[in-house]
């Protein structure tokens, strides 16, 4: 393997408008990919409510703030979730990550170097809409998986996502998901009201990833701290997701993949492009 190449995928999970699942998308597609035996790192870049360590029934003492100014490594402020999934508190340091020096920028990115043996997905949960600090996480990942829901709202939203995005960059490759449908059929709907407006005037790839229903067992599993996958293996949302799951390991294409040093490197430079 030729150096510097690595096989870790970036999936950036992200959204026009706030509320619409990319939390529970994120962690609950990452419960899933551990049972393709996938090693999973959740980089929790949302400053919002429901972060993903909540969700998952524990509380993240240190974040990336910690290692940022220098009181962590690294491998101190990961924490191991169920199953195994690694999480990256990021949502404190956000700020910090995007005003480091040369020198801070390099010992961060030392410390994630190692990472790339212990890590096949990178699943970045980032916040909503168009800030320059979510615009950089969602350009440095290599996949960008926008959620939005069939709410007229959600799908104004995500069209100026798609388009800001565009703008920055060419070669993007969109996953679209719909949230909260009530039917495959009004997902769709939802697909063709975005794509038509996006192949008129953008000059952006958006593909259609699938749809989630909406599910009275996502709350439910939310309030218990628990994944919906998990704790409810049978309900439709998880049905629905396990779809989405499979078709990104058959699409697992390794010229995508960047690793996660990469990733974070691409974020920190990402900033001086946007800002
Ligand atoms: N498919 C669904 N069916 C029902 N409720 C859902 C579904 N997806 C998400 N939710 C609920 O919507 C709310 C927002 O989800 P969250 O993942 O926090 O969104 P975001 O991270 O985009 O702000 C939560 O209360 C969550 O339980
Ligand atoms: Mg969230």
Redesign the pocket.
């Known amino acids: 393997m030729a150096a510097g190449f690595s096989k870790v995928r970036t999936i950036a999970v992200t ?1 026009g408008k ?8 994120a962690t609950n597609l990452a419960m899933i990919f551990r049972r393709y035996k996938k090693r999973v790192l959740i980089v929790d870049l ?1 400053l ?3 972060n993903v360590d909540v ?1 998952l029934g524990f509380h993240a003492e240190y974040t990336l703030y910690d290692v940022i100014v220098g009181r962590k490594k690294v491998k101190d402020i990961i924490l191991h979730g169920p199953d195994g999934i690694m999480i990256v508190p990021a949502s404190s340091g956000i700020e910090e990550l995007t005003h480091l020096n040369e020198i801070q920028k390099e010992q961060l990115l030392k410390g994630f170097s190692g990472l790339d043996e212990e890590v096949d997905i990178v699943i970045a ?1 980032t916040g ?1 809409g168009i800030s320059s600090n979510v615009l950089s996480f969602v350009l440095a990942s290599n996949e960008i998986l926008l ?1 939005t829901t069939p709410e007229p709202t959600a799908i104004t939203d995500a069209y100026a996502m798609i388009k800001v995005l565009s703008k920055r960059r060419k070669d993007l490759n969109i996953k679209l998901l719909v ?2 449908s009530c039917s495959r059929e009004e997902a769709e709907l939802t697909m063709n009201k975005i794509t038509s407006v996006t192949r008129r005037f953008l000059d952006v790839n958006v593909e259609y990833y699938g749809y ?5 067992n ?2 439910i599993a ?1 309030r218990l701290q628990k994944s919906f996958v998990k704790e409810y293996p049978n309900t439709i ?1 998880t049905s629905c997701l396990s779809n989405i799951a499979s078709s990104f390991i058959k699409n697992d294409d390794v010229t995508l993949a960047l690793g996660v040093e990469g990733y974070l490197r691409r974020i920190v430079d990402e900033r001086i492009r946007t800002r």
Not at 18 to 25: D, F, Q
Not at 212 to 216: A, G, I, R, S, Y
């Open positions: 959204s706030g509320g619409v699942g990319k939390t529970n998308i949302d919002g409510l429901a969700l949960d909503a959620v949230n909260f989630l229903l909406q599910d009275p996502v709350p939310a949302a």
